[in-house]
């Protein structure tokens, strides 16, 4: 059960993102080549729709990492020191999180960063019923931004934790400021550990983002649907169909929602136009060769460590150390 301070802190900081909302889906549909930022995918039906894609079987990156953290938890937890705290970014369900939890008896606490309140309540409500004497703390914020720890955790060692290749959803630069926030957070001395998507072939991405029961297509059209239910009734998602291509120059997937018609939304008072075939930019999934990523971590002034991947060089999971 959420204390009632912490379900007050939740409400409090959710108010800030939600405010944030109609003033990003503004600016993003106002430039040339229309955008909305792909951590608006998480309202509480977005985050349920992802954790559908994480069983399909077309999208190999939640089972592979997943097994990749069941065969190195012990390996990866062994560092942590006790009375060290845990602190996640974008922790979603933190269904993998438990693998790493097993491992962490001694640990102090747990901090999960994350956008969507409804996955932090009902991780919490879940890790209380397997891990009843440890310390959960939600925190609603986006990670970008430098978050404050809880002040009675100041002084205690930090390692972070960042699955899921959320990470790829970034442009390298983007990343690259990332992980230096990140630094700011868990200060030098720590470990990051964090999943990060290969490159692959095609024959094997592509699936992943065009599943056949159409999850990852209603996951990207929610975001209509979220503008409607928060701002006001705005698109016929009838209008619309996902897509997602991989872009080999820059090393990503792409997804874009296609206007089907040309067509005029009206949302808080201002018009934007759509000609058919135009798309919205919702969301880059950035793939990396392992060498890739460790140079990206070097330039953010980390250290990469160890690695570990599948057998057939699906996924990675890294080490990285803060100098
Ligand atoms: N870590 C989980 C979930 C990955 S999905 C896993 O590995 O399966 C990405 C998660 O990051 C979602 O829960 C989403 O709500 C969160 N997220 C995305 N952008 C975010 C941001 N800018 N700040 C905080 N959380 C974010
Ligand atoms: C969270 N993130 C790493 C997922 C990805 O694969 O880029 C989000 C997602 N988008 C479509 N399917 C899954």
Not at 29 to 39: D, E, H, N
Not at 297 to 313: E, G, I, K, L, N
């Amino acid at each position: 059960m959420l204390t009632p301070n912490s379900r007050d802190l939740l409400a409090e900081r959710f108010a800030l993102v939600e405010d944030e909302f109609s003033s990003a889906v503004l600016h993003g549909l106002s430039r040339p080549q229309k955008t909305l930022p792909c951590r608006f995918f998480y309202d509480s039906r977005g985050s349920e729709l992802f954790e559908e894609i994480t069983r399909l079987p077309e999208y190999y990156p939640t089972r592979t990492e997943a097994a990749i953290l069941a065969a190195h938890a012990g390996e990866m937890a062994d560092n942590v020191p006790e009375g060290g705290v845990l602190v996640e970014f974008g922790s979603g369900s933190s269904r993998k999180t438990e693998t790493l939890l097993q491992h962490l008896q001694q640990l102090r606490a747990y901090i999960m960063i994350d956008v969507s309140r409804s996955a932090l309540e009902d991780a919490r409500d879940r890790l209380a019923k397997r891990f009843p004497t440890l310390d959960v703390r939600p925190i609603v914020a986006d990670f970008s931004d430098p978050v404050a720890l809880p002040a009675d955790l100041a002084d205690s060692h930090r390692t972070g934790f960042f699955p899921g290749s959320t990470i790829g959803n970034l442009n390298p630069v983007e990343a690259q400021r990332l992980l230096r926030v990140f630094r700011g957070v868990l200060s030098p001395g720590s470990r990051l550990i964090v999943g990060v998507d290969l490159k692959k072939d095609l024959s094997v991405l592509l699936p992943a983002y065009n599943d056949a029961a159409g999850v990852t297509a209603a996951f990207n059209l929610n975001l209509l649907a979220r503008i409607n239910r928060e701002i006001g009734p705005a698109f016929d998602l009838d209008a619309f169909r996902h897509e997602a291509i991989y872009n080999a120059r820059d090393g990503r997937i792409e997804m874009h929602l296609v206007s089907t018609r040309d067509q005029d939304v009206s949302i808080a008072h201002r018009r934007f136009h759509f000609r058919r075939g135009e798309t919205i930019h919702t969301e880059n999934s950035y793939k990396y060769t392992v060498r890739q990523f460790q140079d990206l971590a070097r330039a953010a002034d980390w250290t990469p460590s160890r690695v570990w991947t599948d057998a057939d060089s699906l996924f990675s999971v890294h080490e990285v150390l803060c100098r």
